[in-house]
């Protein structure tokens, strides 16, 4: 695919992603269901496991499309366990670096919850965990393979010898 058709279809994305998000805090603040985001998520996530696509949806501010997928509903109740886990399930996937999280702090601020288990969905708090542990050792700079460092400081330190 061209640049152009990647850009296309990235925006195409979030749009119906912010369409998704309205519609369904729309119809939850007048009592109805909110199944838009749940109607959605299998294209969503189909879409951004494509490497060029999810490169250029987070290029674009796709992280805080993200979170709002996440968040609660205006009635406070969180969406679909469905649509969290295949959520968290994508992010978990997708490369997104410090300067993502850093533009868009809502995201990491409601995968935190789930790591906590607030909304009460212990089948998410794992995943939720993984991804803020993976990313803590991303904007920290801590390696994530502690038994190979160990082994290149005895490495180093034999050679000393």
Known sequence: MSDAE????AQELATKMQKAVEEDNANNAKKMPALKKYLLVEEV????RRSAISTMFLENGGCGLLGQWLEPLPDGTFPNLTVVTEILTTIDLLNIGPEELQNDKNLGRIVK????????????VNLAKKI?????????????????????DEEGDAQLD
Do not use: C, H
Request: glycine letters at 2%; a positive charge; hydrophobic letters at 35%.
């Open 113 to 124: 919850l789930y790591a906590k288990n607030i909304p009460n969905m212990p089948q998410v």
């Open 132 to 152: 803020i542990d993976r990313w803590s050792r991303l904007v920290f700079g801590i390696k994530t393979t502690y038994s190979r460092d160990l082994e290149d």
């Open 6 to 9: 990647i850009q296309t279809i």
């Open 45 to 48: 996530t189909r879409q951004l």
